[in-house]
């Protein structure tokens, strides 16, 4: 008989499922007391497969969960200019709720200036530098989608964070930044790791909750998971392979997300949810 412990799986696809079904019932309830639906504009520059993949799966899931979409797809040729112009006129539309940019956009646009065209309220990807404060001080406003599935993912397992020694790697303005002061704002205490981190192992041994966003596949190993310790990995890389060694850490870990079906599916909800309360505020609903 084996002695191998083996963590338990937090399982992103049943949990974004239960949302998503969560938030399809709010939206039809939208849709029959002001007889306007949900809408989402998606912003696509270009025909990068990837990008317009993700935008198709986004709108197939929007239409599942009863949310419209607008998706205005633009020439790799737009200029910032003209993306920013794009996004401030959405951001005036009365029947937009919800905007995403889909990124990167390409090396000539500049980004930061088309996310800030997004108006704060319409901001349910999380993007703008708004959002970050908002999230930052605890105050409403939507927070960056996958720091926020993460977060939902850790609560619906009761994971305590306060006092706990959580280790981020990867420090991106969508993902490392937020989600660590996600867990700060839970009294984790939160540590940072870059690509000029010295001694990464040493770093994540220590660490009570490990997440790895950072796209190199199996750069953190089994052998320096802390026994008990819960990992959740955001990092996606070719051939469905996480930033964790998966089937060495399962083994010393207490909770472990796998790639695929753990922190993907709930980026998406997250959206979703996001985008459902957006409509909801701008309709005036919320005081029903
Ligand atoms: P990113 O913008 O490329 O950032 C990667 C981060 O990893 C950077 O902060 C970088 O450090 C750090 N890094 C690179 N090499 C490292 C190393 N050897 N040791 C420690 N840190 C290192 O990527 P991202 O957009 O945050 O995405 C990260 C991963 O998450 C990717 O696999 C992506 O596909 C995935 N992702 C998944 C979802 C989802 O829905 N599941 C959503 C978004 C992203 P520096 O800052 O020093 O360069």
Redesign the pocket.
């Known amino acids: 008989m084996s002695t191998t412990r083996t963590a338990q799986l937090m399982e992103g696809a049943g949990l974004a499922r239960r949302i998503i079904e969560e938030t399809a019932t709010k939206a039809a309830e939208i849709s029959r007391f002001t007889g306007t639906a949900p809408c989402l504009a998606t912003v696509l520059v270009g025909e990068d497969p990837a990008s317009v993949t993700y935008v198709r799966m986004k709108r197939a899931r929007c239409a599942k969960a009863g949310i419209q979409s607008r998706h205005i797809p633009l020439p790799s040729t737009t200029t910032t200019v003209e993306l920013v112009d794009t996004i401030a006129a959405l951001s005036r539309d009365p029947g937009v709720h919800g905007i995403l940019l889909q990124h990167p956009c390409g090396p000539h646009i500049d980004e930061r200036a088309a996310f800030e065209a997004i108006s704060p309220e319409k901001d349910v990807d999380g993007v703008t530098m708004h959002s970050f404060a908002a999230m930052s001080f605890a105050l409403p406003g939507f927070v960056s989608c ?1 720091p926020g599935g993460i977060m939902q993912l850790l609560d619906a397992y009761d994971v305590e964070l306060a006092g706990k020694h959580a280790v981020v ?4 303005a ?3 930044k937020p989600v660590g002061m996600l867990l700060l704002a839970k009294d984790a205490t939160v540590t940072y ?5 010295t001694d ?1 192992p040493a770093i994540v041994r220590e660490a009570d909750i490990v997440v790895a ?4 596949p199996r ?1 953190i190993r089994g052998e320096d998971i802390k026994p008990g310790a819960v990992v959740l990995d ?4 070719p051939g469905n392979v996480g ?1 964790v060694d998966f089937d060495a850490a399962r083994t010393r870990a207490r909770l472990i997300t796998p790639v695929p079906g753990g ?2 599916p709930m ?1 998406i909800a997250v959206l979703l949810a996001q985008t459902v309360q957006a409509a909801e505020n701008q309709l005036g609903l919320q005081e029903r």
């Open positions: 996958t790697v990867g420090r991106s969508i993902l490392g790791c870059h690509s000029r981190t990464l966003a950072v796209g190199r750069l955001a990092g996606y890389n930033d922190v993907g980026t």
